[in-house]
C-alpha cells in the first residue's frame, strides 16, 4: 500500500508536459493563407476567428460577430497585431507549443489556444475571397 501510495505522490510531483517557444516565423509559417480558432486556454470559450491572408494582414472575427482588419508586425519573439477597431493599439503575444499551439499576451498574461486551423472564411464585409 506504502509502495503506491509513493507512485501516486511521485506522479502528482511529475512536470507540466513542456511549453516550447514557437518563432514567430514558424507561428505565420502554420498560419499564412489560413484560418484559425482561437478559445481561452482554461474553459476553452470562444475569442474568436483570425483569417491570415499574407504574412502582414488578418482579418479578425470577434466572438461576438463584429470584425476587423489587422496589421501583423515581428517584434523579436513577438507577433504584434494592429486593428482598425483599436488604432494605435498593439496587441502583443508570444507563440509557444504545448501539445497545440497557443498564445501568450504580453500585456495581461492571457493564454489563448488555437483549436482549429482550417481555409475558411471568417465571413466579414470586404473580407477578401482570394
Given at each position: 500500500?506504502?509502495?503506491?501510495?509513493l507512485?501516486?505522490?511521485?506522479?502528482l510531483?511529475a512536470?507540466?508536459a513542456?511549453?516550447?517557444?514557437?518563432?514567430?516565423?514558424?507561428?505565420?509559417?502554420?498560419?499564412?493563407g489560413?484560418?484559425?480558432?482561437?478559445?481561452?486556454?482554461?474553459?476553452?470559450?470562444?475569442v474568436g476567428?483570425?483569417?491570415?491572408?499574407?504574412?502582414a494582414?488578418t482579418v479578425w472575427a470577434?466572438?461576438?460577430?463584429?470584425?476587423?482588419?489587422?496589421t501583423?508586425m515581428?517584434?523579436g519573439?513577438?507577433?504584434?497585431?494592429?486593428?482598425d477597431?483599436?488604432?494605435g493599439?498593439?496587441?502583443?503575444?508570444?507563440p509557444f507549443?504545448?501539445?497545440?499551439?497557443?498564445?501568450r499576451?504580453?500585456?495581461?498574461?492571457e493564454?489563448?489556444?488555437?483549436?482549429?486551423?482550417?481555409?475558411?472564411?471568417?465571413?466579414?464585409?470586404?473580407?477578401?475571397l482570394?
Open positions: 500500500m506504502r509502495w503506491l501510495i507512485a501516486a505522490l511521485a506522479g510531483a512536470p507540466a513542456a511549453q516550447e517557444p514557437m518563432s514567430p516565423a514558424a507561428f505565420l509559417d502554420a498560419l499564412e489560413r484560418t484559425a480558432t482561437f478559445v481561452m486556454r482554461d474553459g476553452g470559450d470562444l476567428i483570425e483569417r491570415f491572408l499574407d504574412r494582414r470577434h466572438a461576438d460577430g463584429s470584425c476587423a482588419y489587422g501583423i515581428l517584434r519573439p513577438q507577433v504584434c497585431f494592429t486593428y477597431d483599436d488604432p493599439v498593439s496587441h502583443c503575444w508570444l507549443r504545448d501539445g497545440e499551439t497557443h498564445v499576451s504580453l500585456s495581461s498574461g493564454v489563448q489556444r488555437i483549436s482549429r486551423i482550417d481555409d475558411s472564411y471568417v465571413g466579414c464585409d470586404g473580407e477578401p482570394s
